[in-house]
């Protein structure tokens, strides 16, 4: 990703790769291909960190950029309580965990259109 400047499509690509996962899950019709959706899932929300949190620091430096990774990480940490709350209260008022998914896997796929509006060359800037 650093060696083309693909560092957008590298992370959007595997959150779409999440999106198919969580989208494909409810409708599986065993719990083997359950599984391997709930893997793909993972392979999404994990598979482009490492590419994700060198982003701030391409286009930011000094204190812009430790408080943009502050900010990243204070949202990933909301996100682990509102997802699993979310999904709760849509099964408790739908009575199917299968549109919690679906409101997850739409949010996923929002999240891979975000980043790719990102410039394409986001240069480095000097303090």
Known sequence: SEKRNEKRWHVATTLFIGTIGFLATPHSPSPEISLFFICLTAVGVYGGMGVWWT?????????????????????????????????????????????????????????????????????????
């Open 55 to 127: 982003m701030p620091t391409t286009f930011l430096s000094g204190a812009a950029a430790a408080g943009a990774m502050g900010l990243i990480n204070s949202s990933g940490n909301m996100g682990g309580w509102v997802g699993p709350y979310m999904l709760g209260f849509i099964n408790g008022h739908t009575g199917s965990f299968a549109y919690g998914y679906y409101v997850m896997g739409a949010c996923m796929f929002l999240a891979g259109l975000l980043i790719l509006t990102l410039p394409k060359s986001m240069e480095h800037k000097e303090d």
